[in-house]
């Protein structure tokens, strides 16, 4: 069974561009869960999709949007890049929406914005 | 304002030596505590977790974690490291809907 896969696995942006992440979760799951990931803040939460629909949302600007297709693909996108946007940016999926299933990691993009 | 703390950022042990990697969350009432676990070049993955029932909780690899709700703590520990046990490891609480991560703990054990 294939993992969840993550593309691409690095990218290059500049400050003001836009970017989109690309989520394949693992097959038969519907939820998608996305995280960034920095040194200095750890791991924080961005939002959840389940069935194409948003249900929970961590604490970061309207920049950061994503959606979710209905084969549970994901995508999320940011907009107006700023240098502290650099980041590992981690997927999750799992069965269901909420946490009592576990979550399985992708391997995650690296953003770094020059 | 509500938060995770893992103590320790960096632990180097010795083969052998006992670890315990400290969590405290500053949540009252139900919880749901997760540790996971990211090997160097591999992406995160579940070690144990504790949703209710005992408190004293076995995951993988010899790890376990203790709840001790009085002090709002989650502590995770292994009697004996092993050098393929270096890694980072992440405390995580639900509340709610709401999922947040500390910032982790580098684990480096010499052989």
């Not at chain 1, 999926?93 to 009592?100: C, I």
């Not at chain 2, 676990?37 to 144990?48: A, D, I, K, S, T």
């Not at chain 2, 490891?89 to 580098?106: M, N, S």
Request: glycine share 10%.
């Amino acid at each position: 069974k294939a993992g969840v896969t993550q593309t691409p696995r690095y990218l290059i942006k500049t400050r003001g561009q836009q970017v989109t992440l690309s989520c394949s979760p693992i097959s038969g799951h519907r939820s998608v869960s996305w995280y960034q990931q920095t040194p200095g803040q750890g791991l924080q939460f961005l939002f959840e999709y389940f069935s194409e629909t948003q249900r929970n949302k961590g604490n970061f600007p309207g920049r950061f949007s994503g959606r979710q297709f209905s084969n549970s693909r994901s995508e999320m996108n940011v907009s107006t890049l700023e240098l502290g946007d650099s980041a590992l940016y981690l997927c999750a999926s799992s069965l269901a929406g909420g946490y009592n299933q576990p979550q399985h990691f992708g391997d995650g993009t690296r953003l770094s914005i020059l | 304002a509500q938060s995770v703390s893992q103590h320790n950022h960096h632990v180097i042990l010795s083969e052998a030596a006992s670890l315990e990697l400290g969590c405290n969350y500053s949540y009252g009432g139900t919880v749901n505590l997760f540790w996971y676990v990211q090997y160097p070049g591999q992406h995160l993955q579940l070690l144990l977790k504790y949703f209710s029932g005992d408190p004293l909780v076995k995951g993988i690899k010899g790890f376990e974690a203790e709840f001790i709700k009085s002090k709002f703590s989650f502590n995770l520990r292994k009697p004996s490291v092993q050098w393929s046990d270096t890694a980072e490891y992440f405390c995580a609480v639900i509340r709610g809907d709401k999922i947040i991560f500390g910032k982790g703990t580098r684990l480096h054990i010499l052989p």
